[in-house]
Structures are given as C-alpha cells and as structure tokens.
C-alpha cells in the first residue's frame, strides 16, 4: 500500500492519540505489579501491541476490552520466543524483564530491529551476572538473555538510546539487592528516562539521579494501580504541523505540564513563527510567517522528520543539531529525511548531526519511499500538503506503528490524502 497526498488546506480538531512512551512503560510495570492494573486509553499500535504480547509470554494475565486489564507479579519462563517486531522500546524493556528470571529468553524482531544496537545493553546486563549476548556475536539481536540478575552496579552508554537506561531502572527496581548505574558519556534523550522514573514512582517504585548516573534501591515491589495514558505529543506534531503550514488545527486532550521530550515541538513552533495557543488541554496551531533557526533536537530526535519539513517553507538558514542518535532509529532519519525533501525540491544539505536546510522552498510532489519508518511516512505527508502536484509514499500503512489514525485524523482536517494498491 502506498499513501497518495494532494496539497491541501487543513483546518478543525483531532483528539490526540495516546502516547506510545506511557503506553509501553505501564503495560511492562503492571506486569511486574502483583495485582490487576487497569489501563484506560492505551495505545493500541504495533509497537505497544508487541510488547502486549511480550507481557503476556511473561505471564501478565489480560483482559482487553475498551479498558486493558493486566494481572501481574508472577513472572514466568516463555514458551516461544518473544517477537519484538519492529518495536526497539519493546526489545529492550523485554530485555530487562527476561533478566529477572531464571531460564533462557530469546528475543528478536523484524529485519530492522535486527539492525539497531543492543550492545550497550548487552554489556550493562553481562556486568550484572546476567548472561546476555547476540545470536550472531555481533551486538544485534536476537538475544538470549537469562537471569537471574543479581548484579549491585554496571556502566552503560548514556547516547545511544535511553531505552536501555529505561530497561535497567525499571527491572533493577525489582531485585532485591540496590543497584548503580553509571553512565560512561553524557544522557541524550533524557525525557524519555524522566518518563520511566514518573511511571516507576506511580507504580510505587523509585530510582534517583546521581552526579554519574542512577541510584536504584533493592527490595521493591511495584503496586498495581488504574492508569489513564495521556496524549501523545509525538504523534500530536503532524496534525499540529499541518496547522502550521496551511491553516489552522487543534489537538485535543494534551497535557501541558507533561514530561514528553517531543513537549519541544511547541517551543519549536513558536520559535518558529507558527501561532500557538493553548485552551486549557487543547491546543491550536496556525499558520504565521516562519523564520529559519538554529534549533537543538538532542532530546526530541524524533520530532527530526517533521521538524526539517517546516524549515523548508520558512524564511532563510535553518539548522537542526545535535540528533546524530536519530541515525538508529527504524531508519536512518538524517539520511531519509533529507532524501525525501531533496525528491520534493528542498535545499537541504545533510550534515554528520543534523542538516541545514535553505528556504523557503515551493516543493513539488514526487514519488518517495518512507523505508518503512512510520515518522518518516508521516511527515513526508505533511511536506506533500505544501507541495505542487501529487506525492505517493511507499508502505503507507506503516504509520500504524504509532499512529494508527493518521490517515483518517487528517482527513477529518482536510487533508487529501488515501491508500491506494
């Protein structure tokens, strides 16, 4: 399938899709909590539904109807291996988890998670007396992780990805013997792991910060609670952006005050010269006079895609830096994203972290792949908004990943956009 986008004017509201962060991080804590957790308004995409799937080889009992039930606190051996499909915060979690208990896991996904690092996190669990190593003998899964992990203290890269900070603060919390975790270079992408401490704490566990990394205190026991997941600023960027460029949207039900890295993008936006407002959880986005920045992505390297695409239609240089990590997501986003915008006319040049981009831009439409990557998809969609004539995008129900109605959301706004064979 392939999406087929026309320029378009966009304009009305969308309720904001759940967060994917959150979603994950309470499936995998009420597994670990003795007792039934109640999850309102999951995510229900691709990646939180693999590591649903992972909670229940590890033996979450779930019952999932409009509210997702999960009984946790007996972890038990899987019978099969866990598939982590194209889901890199599902890997590495499960990871975590496997290292608790006392048999053999393996772990794996699809070809692309098959090619993104794991052996930061390989290392970081050997030093806890856990084995952990790749298939291959090459960093990559498939993993064979068993436990038990009673380990006091290991090190770990801070700059590849804070899911593996995330893995080992959420499964130390569940030995029973304290844990140090010191980080060898500085911590990118740290709203992520300030999500994985909130989420911990109101599960009933801590985990503090240190001048080198973190301190895990042993004999907890995380507690089973309800949970309503919030909006997701991540998937939120699309429609917002959308306002930004052609119109005018509101996205519903986000949090102001959340702890989401992706929260930037609104900074970004008004740094930018879009207009935005908040009514108390909605916010608006309209179209202004963008002016090109210099703008810092080292904590919200996923809003990369969407973020270049607005520089190409504001005025002057823009450069986006310090998002070299962006490289080892489900692509490479640098590469994608700027091959992408160059097939649509951009002037962008791309550099070792970042690019620079020379606007604005009149982008025409062209034929371009999203190599599968869901947040490359979605915002060659948004640039297609702008652009003359029609763009078709490759593997266009890849958005399902994290936003499952991307499609039928900004079509509600305006949008000409469909799949087509």
């Given at each position: 399938m392939r999406v087929k986008v026309c320029g378009s004017r966009t304009e009305g509201q969308v309720l904001a899709s759940p967060s994917k962060s959150y979603t994950h991080r309470a499936m995998t804590l009420a597994l670990l909590a003795e007792g039934l957790s109640v999850l309102r308004r999951p995510l229900r995409g691709a990646d939180t539904l693999a590591t649903l799937d992972a909670v229940r080889s590890f033996g979450g009992i779930m019952k999932d109807e409009d509210e997702l039930s999960i009984e946790g606190g007996h972890l038990r051996?899987?019978?099969?291996?866990?598939?982590?499909?194209?889901?890199?915060?599902?890997?590495?979690?499960?990871?975590?988890?496997?290292?608790?208990?006392?048999?053999?896991?393996?772990?794996?996904?699809?070809?692309?998670?098959?090619?993104?690092?794991?052996?930061?996190?390989?290392?970081?669990?050997?030093?806890?007396d856990v084995r952990c190593e790749s298939t291959r003998g090459n960093g990559l899964a498939?993993?064979?992780?068993?436990?038990?992990?009673?380990?006091?203290?290991?090190?770990?890269?801070?700059?590849?990805?804070?899911?593996?900070?995330?893995?080992?603060?959420?499964?130390?919390?569940?030995?029973?013997?304290?844990?140090?975790?010191?980080?060898?270079?500085?911590?990118?992408?740290?709203?992520?792991?300030?999500?994985?401490?909130?989420?911990?704490?109101?599960?009933?566990?801590?985990?503090?910060?240190?001048?080198?990394g973190f301190f895990v205190p042993g004999g907890q026991r995380y507690r089973p609670r309800d949970?309503?997941?919030?909006?997701?600023?991540?998937?939120?960027?699309?429609?917002?952006?959308?306002?930004?460029l052609t119109g005018e949207v509101t996205v519903r039900n986000l949090d102001p005050n959340?702890?989401?890295?992706?929260?930037?993008?609104?900074?970004?936006?008004?740094?930018?010269?879009a207009e935005v407002r908040w009514n108390k959880g909605d916010l608006r986005c309209a179209r202004g006079q963008l002016i090109g920045r210099e703008i810092d992505l080292g904590d919200a390297p996923d809003l990369f895609p969407m973020v270049a695409v607005l520089c190409t239609q504001a005025e002057g240089e823009s450069r986006i830096f310090n998002a070299?990590?962006?490289?080892?997501?489900?692509?490479?986003?640098?590469?994608?994203?700027?091959?992408?915008?160059?097939?649509?006319?951009?002037?962008?040049?791309?550099?070792?972290d970042g690019c620079v981009i020379r606007g604005r831009t009149a982008l025409k439409g062209a034929t371009v792949?999203?190599?599968?990557?869901?947040?490359?998809?979605?915002?060659?969609?948004?640039?297609?908004?702008?652009?003359?004539?029609?763009?078709?995008?490759?593997?266009?129900?890849?958005?399902?990943?994290?936003?499952p109605d991307f499609v039928k959301d900004m079509r509600s706004l305006g949008a000409k956009m469909e799949m087509i064979s």
């Open positions: 051996c899987p019978d099969d291996v866990i598939d982590a499909k194209n889901s890199g915060t599902t890997i590495r979690l499960m990871a975590g988890i496997a290292s608790l208990i006392p048999c053999a896991t393996v772990l794996t996904g699809d070809e692309s998670i098959r090619r993104r690092p794991m052996q930061p996190l390989i290392e970081a669990l050997t030093m806890m498939p993993l064979i992780v068993k436990g038990p992990n009673k380990g006091k203290e290991t090190s770990i890269r801070g700059d590849v990805s804070s899911q593996f900070i995330s893995s080992l603060l959420i499964s130390s919390a569940a030995k029973d013997v304290d844990t140090t975790i010191r980080l060898t270079t500085p911590l990118k992408s740290r709203p992520y792991v300030d999500i994985t401490m909130e989420m911990m704490s109101l599960f009933g566990a801590k985990a503090e910060s240190t001048t080198d949970y309503t997941v919030p909006g997701d600023f991540s998937s939120a960027a699309f429609p917002l952006a959308a306002g930004a959340d702890r989401q890295g992706d929260r930037r993008f609104l900074d970004i936006l008004q740094e930018l010269g070299e990590h962006v490289r080892l997501k489900e692509s490479d986003r640098i590469s994608a994203t700027t091959t992408f915008l160059k097939a649509m006319g951009a002037d962008v040049v791309e550099k070792e792949s999203s190599l599968k990557d869901h947040r490359i998809l979605m915002a060659a969609a948004v640039a297609a908004l702008v652009a003359e004539g029609d763009t078709l995008i490759s593997d266009g129900d890849c958005h399902c990943i994290s936003y």
